[in-house]
């Protein structure tokens, strides 16, 4: 029978492996999601518990996709806590993608933002040369940096971690390094993804200097399908007109950076 992407498909969890005191990623069997487009997110029903966006992340075993949870409220600590052997529900995929560049390539990504950015690294061709940076608050937040570097053991490529905290690699937050490097070279495209903040910074460092960016819009979700509108961004719902959007769009946004929308649907400052 045909899957219906709207409909959630239920898959096992096959391994968990523990990247941080506090993330996990979730590894599973499905044709479909190993097989998504780097900036698209699955709906995931924690059976009993709700449904929440999760990003897609890769898996090294062919037909595997998986996702990397940070355990936070109720439905991620849900998530976090599901074991081997037992069902979550997957739809989806829903979302665009990140238009990939040739050339110089920055990714920017902060906490579980650095899902998306691992499937681009996927993506990329052994020609161009790459600059992963990593954010975290301190060392033992730090996951990916091992796997960044095994994804591009074919590219000329550096990955650079900056904690806040200083307690490894650079110390201070990563927008400082963003814009330090777009200061001293051009790249062809920056794609980030994150806390908004974070995203809205990036996003003026590059656009500013006439450079491609895209960012990977997480805002709160509930249908995932263009439906609720818990998810608008000014004119733009994130999931069905992004969650990718570039920067010439994003600067002409005023909600971006600035306000979000809770779980009532209320305005808030960020
Ligand atoms: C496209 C997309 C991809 C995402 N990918 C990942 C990922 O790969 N890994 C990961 O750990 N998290 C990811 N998130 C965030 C994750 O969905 C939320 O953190 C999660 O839903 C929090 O739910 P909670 O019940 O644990 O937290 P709560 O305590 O209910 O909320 C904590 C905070 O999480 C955010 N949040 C809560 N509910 C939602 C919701 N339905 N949609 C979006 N944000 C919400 C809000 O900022 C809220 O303040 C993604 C979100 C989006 C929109
Ligand atoms: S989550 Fe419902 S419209 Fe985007």
């Known amino acids: 029978m045909q899957r219906n992407h709207n409909h959630p498909t239920i898959v096992t969890i096959e391994k968990v492996i523990d990247e941080t005191p506090t993330v996990r990623t979730l590894v599973f069997s499905d044709e479909v999601m190993s097989k998504v487009l780097p900036g698209q997110f699955a709906m995931v ?62 990714l920017v990504g902060g906490g579980t933002g650095l899902v998306p950015m691992m499937r681009l690294l996927t993506f990329v061709s052994s020609s161009d040369n790459v600059t992963v940076l990593i954010g975290a608050k301190s060392k033992e937040e730090v996951f990916f940096e091992d796997l960044a570097n095994s994804l591009l053991e074919n590219n000329t490529h550096r990955v650079i971690v900056s904690t806040d905290d200083g307690s490894y690699g650079e110390k201070g937050f990563v927008t400082d390094l963003v814009e330090k490097l777009v200061d001293e070279a051009h790249y062809d495209g920056v794609y980030v993804c994150g806390p908004e903040k974070m995203m809205y ?28 509108g818990s998810c608008c961004v000014g004119a733009d719902l994130a999931c069905r007109d992004g969650t990718v959007f570039d920067g010439e769009h994003l600067s002409k946004n005023n909600e971006f950076g600035h306000f979000h929308r809770n779980k009532a649907g209320i305005l808030e400052n960020y």
């Not at 029903?45 to 990397?68: C, D, H, R, Y």
Request: proline share 4%.
């Open 45 to 106: 029903w924690i059976p009993g518990v709700n449904e929440l966006p999760m990003s897609v992340m890769v898996s090294e075993e062919s037909g595997k996709a998986a996702f990397t949870v940070r355990k936070h409220g109720p439905a991620s600590t849900g998530l976090f806590n599901i074991k081997t052997g037992e069902q979550i529900g997957v739809r989806g995929p829903y979302g665009n993608s990140f238009d990939l560049k040739k050339g110089k390539i920055l």
């Open 201 to 228: 910074k990036t996003v003026q460092s590059a656009h500013s200097r006439n450079i491609f960016v895209q960012a990977s819009l997480e805002r709160m979700m509930k249908c995932g399908v263009g439906i609720c």
